[in-house]
T-cell receptor
Framework: DTAVSQTPKYLVTQMGNDKSIKCEQN?????MYWYKQDSKKFLKIMFS???????INETVPNRFSPKSPDKAHLNLHINSLELGDSAVYFC???????????????FGSGTRLTVV | AQSVTQLGSHVSVSEGALVLLRCNYS??????LFWYVQYPNQGLQLLLK??????LVKGINGFEAEFKKSETSFHLTKPSAHMSDAAEYFC????????????FGAGTRLFVKA
């Protein structure tokens, strides 16, 4: 049973389109994250939600909008896709409270987004 | 502000040789430190973590890391490399307050030669 699952695994789309990536975790964690990994493997945090509340919103274009309907789900919607959005997007979760920063993350397997 | 520097974007070792991947951190408060491994086309997997208990931390797959506050380092080692260790390794730091943000290093690609 997958702990953090993302769908879809691959996404190829044209510039200007709107797309969504979904993430679900069954670990009972209270915090979820979106990270972007570029072609050089650099990982950059985009957003974080703690119990459905947005707590981290890094310098990300407004075209990116996260939504967390409950603490087990965190989705990412991207409007007007651009070539530079091509990357691997990772969802992760952690139990940030009651143990805090030392718990580490559990990552999903990633969504490879290719904008053509 | 916290940051992580991994020395060497690529490291190559022979099978059976010592693996040493270097990581230095910067943090304004006592940090939590992590090493993650990423195999091709997969997500990151937690190898080990330092949370202010023992300074020598043992992880999965025979890896260990030592926290040295005076050197602000958290280097990852494994006594004997195996072909299956070939992967990308990331050092990461998060601060104790809140702990919602983890900053990752640029990664080190480990190659293992037969």
């Amino acid at each position: 049973d997958t702990a953090v699952s993302q769908t879809p695994k691959y996404l190829v789309t044209q510039m200007g389109n709107d797309k969504s990536i979904k993430c679900e975790q069954n670990l009972g964690h209270d915090t979820m994250y979106w990270y972007k990994q570029d072609s050089k493997k650099f990982l950059k945090i985009m957003f974080s939600y703690n119990n459905k509340e947005l707590i981290i919103n890094e310098t990300v274009p407004n075209r990116f909008s996260p939504k967390s309907p409950d603490k087990a789900h965190l989705n990412l919607h991207i409007n007007s896709l651009e070539l530079g959005d091509s990357a691997v997007y990772f969802c992760a979760s952690s139990q940030a409270m009651l143990g805090g920063a030392g718990n580490g993350y559990t990552f999903g397997s990633g969504t490879r987004l290719t904008v053509v | 502000a916290q940051s992580v520097t991994q020395l060497g974007s690529h490291v190559s070792v022979s099978e059976g040789a010592l693996v040493l991947l270097r990581c230095n951190y910067s943090s304004s408060v006592p940090p939590y430190l992590f090493w993650y491994v990423q195999y091709p086309n997969q997500g990151l997997q937690l190898l080990l973590k330092y949370t202010s208990a023992a300074t020598l931390v043992k992880g999965i797959n025979g890896f260990e890391a030592e926290f040295k506050k005076s050197e602000t380092s958290f280097h990852l080692t494994k006594p004997s490399a195996h072909m299956s260790d070939a992967a990308e390794y990331f050092c990461a730091v998060s601060e104790g307050t809140g702990g919602f943000k983890t900053i990752f290093g640029a990664g080190t690609r480990l190659f293992v030669k037969a």
